[in-house]
Structure formats: structure tokens, C-alpha cells
């Protein structure tokens, strides 16, 4: 049994952090000699988004492109589907701030419920459309993937958290990374962008001197529309 470590630096508004997640899970099913330990960390696409942004999604990505967004996210979806993720971008109102979400996938982390949590996040958004920034929702979500009532607790009254959350994700910042997904696996190497099962099969093989041209990535200035 081969045990990795594998963080996965994201933001819970990255499309490709999903499509991603749901890659590394077909590997690791294709592997079962590969046991991953997985946990999540901070990085927010668009820290600039005011809370409360009620900027029409669509009109977003046309403003951040400069041009029709609608072949992309067509192109996005059939990916998506081809991976077995459902993302409905219609049923996407806007572009939130997702500093509250990492606060609550901070404390998920310390309880070990953050993988849980994040996919609950990203069906929340891209599946449903739903708020992903309003703290009552938030809660529920969080009771959703079994967080403890003190964390729920701690969630709703310990705004000092938020520090915590951007301190680490200027670790990131100041450790290279400038878009996701970016995994990192045994704290040592680095997979960038989703990258499709067969790269993760390679890499479970040859863990060792690991690296990836990054495929598939959100960064602030946006995502890439190539798998």
C-alpha cells in the first residue's frame, strides 16, 4: 500500500477545482494500492469581489474576457459531463466572495471533514446555483458535512479565523502559486491544473522527482478553456 499526502490548494468558485477533484478520485479508484490522505487550502480567485457581490455571473466572465463567455462555459459543461461532474452554470446567480467559505473549510480541515465539505461546496455552486457566501447557509453546509457544534459555534462567533485563512493562503502566494487546482503531494511535489487519470497513474508510479505542466487552471485572471 502506497500512502500519500495530497493538498489541494483551491477555491470553491474554480470549475477546474472541481473537474480536477473528480479526476484524482477515478485514479485513485484505478489504484486502489494508493491511499491518499486529502485535505483542502485557501485561495480565492477573486479576493477583490465585494461581499454580497450581486454582479451577474455571465456579465462577469464577458467583462473578465472581454468577449461572449457562453462557448467557454458550453465547452466547460461538456467536460464536466465527460467526468461525471452535472455543473449547471445557468443556475449560477453570481460570483461570491469566498473568504467565508475558507474560514469554514478551515475549521472542516482541524475536524477532517473539509474533502467532504468541499464537494458539498462545489455542488452547492455549480450544480445548484446556490449561496456559497451567506454565513446561515454556510451553517448548513457545515452540519451537512459533519462539523461539530463547536465548530459550527466557532464558525458563526470567531471572526479572527479569517486571519488564519489569509495568512496561509499568502503562503501559497508567496510560495508560487498563481492558480488552481495545485496539488501538492507529500508536502514535496507538485501537480498543477486537472490533470485526467492517466497523468495521476503516472504519478503514483513515479512519485519521485514529480512534476506537471499545468493543464486545465483558474487563475484571477481567469480559466482556461482547454481539459
Known sequence: MKKLKIQIVSDVVCPWCYIGKSRLEKALQENPEVQAEISWAPF??????PEGNQENYLEFLGNKYNRDPQPMIDQMENVAFQEG??????????VPNTLQAHRLMHLAR?????DTLSIILFKAYFEEGKDVENQATLVDYGKAAGLSDAAITAFQNDESLIEEVKKEET???QAGISAVPTFIVNDQYMIQGAQPADVWQN?????????TDAEGQCGPDGCSTEP
Do not use: W
Open 44 to 49: 480565492q480567485l477573486h479576493p477583490e469581489i
Open 85 to 94: 461532474v452535472k455543473m449547471q452554470f445557468s443556475n449560477i446567480k453570481n
Open 110 to 114: 482541524k475536524e477532517g471533514k473539509d
Open 171 to 173: 503562503q501559497y502566494r
Open 203 to 211: 504519478a503514483f508510479s513515479q512519485i519521485e522527482g514529480l512534476s
